[in-house]
């Protein structure tokens, strides 16, 4: 079992879209997803409700504890994919996630507002390794970025010089994933996703190997 939790300080910076585009890319994958709504505004349950569901089961546990409750719902071979709420409102919740996750994603657009809040989430993510037995990896997604923009190169650069792991792949900021919540997703902009899951596999599998 591999497990992701998209995790971010503030609400609207692309948990929900990336959480739920990344699962649908695993699902295409593996085909055993198991998509965790922990936000109690249930974005995630809302999406699969009025796109009438996913290909992969979904349920919603906005609970404080869920890094106990989780194990007895995932079965063994499931990738969880964990759509966390922003640690400002719902930390209790969001640090659930941290303490489960096998890698705590946090998605981040090259803005220097958004790139100085991730000085909060190295320390929460310190709190939670501090408590596990094996210490969660974690990594930037560079989202809602811009083809050839300078900001861009300089987020990547600065998240690195803070200590993070940055993804290769990045997200663009494009109408398709803007537009997607409540839709069954099109093929268009999905290859991004496919990408960024085998990133992650790649990853874990480095982490086994080693």
């Not at 585009?21 to 994958?29: G, K, S, T, V």
């Not at 998509?35 to 290909?55: H, K, N, R, T």
């Not at 997200?171 to 093929?187: A, C, I, K, T």
């Not at 902009?189 to 874990?204: C, P, S």
Request: proline share 6%; glycine share 8%; hydrophobic share 45%.
């Amino acid at each position: 079992m591999l497990s992701i939790a998209l995790v971010n300080l503030k609400p609207g910076t692309g948990k929900t879209t990336s959480a739920v585009w990344l699962a649908h890319a695993f699902a295409a994958i593996d085909g055993d997803v198991l998509l965790v709504d922990a936000d109690p505004a249930a974005s995630a349950l809302e999406w699969s409700d009025i796109a009438g569901g996913f290909p992969f089961r979904t349920i919603g546990l906005p609970v404080r504890d869920l890094h106990r409750r989780i194990p007895d719902i995932a079965r063994p071979d499931d990738i969880v994919i964990i759509d966390a709420p922003q640690i400002e409102d719902h930390a209790g919740i969001a640090r659930g996630a941290l303490r489960f996750a096998d890698e705590i994603l946090i998605p981040v657009a090259p803005t220097p507002i958004e790139i100085n809040r991730t000085g909060t989430m190295r320390d929460e993510i310190a709190d939670a390794n501090s408590v596990r037995s094996t210490p969660a990896r974690a990594a930037v997604l560079l989202n809602r970025t811009v083809a050839h923009a300078n900001s861009t190169i300089d987020a990547r650069e600065a998240l690195s010089d803070l200590g993070y792991d940055v993804l290769d792949c990045t997200v663009p900021r494009l109408e398709v994933y803007g537009q997607s919540f409540g839709g069954s997703l099109p093929s268009t902009g999905a290859g991004i996703w496919r990408t960024v899951a085998d990133e992650l596999l790649t990853r874990a599998g480095s982490l086994t190997e080693a």
